[in-house]
């Protein structure tokens, strides 16, 4: 199973809003992980796909900027 989707042209996390593993395993292999500000930080892990200032949060999961 891939960790990423196109939906309308985006890159979106295939994983939603509550794969933490999955999440930090992609941030950990990224070129473009950058941590968000401290206010933004969402979860333990300090590299997560979901505390990166890149990330975009949508409905259902978020959408990467970087890729």
Known sequence: ??????????????GGKSAFDAAAREAEN?????EDCEDELVCDDAVSCYNCRYRRWTADSFECMKR
């Open 1 to 14: 199973m891939t960790a990423w989707m196109k939906i309308n042209g985006k890159t979106v996390f295939s």
């Open 30 to 34: 990224c070129l473009f992980f950058s």
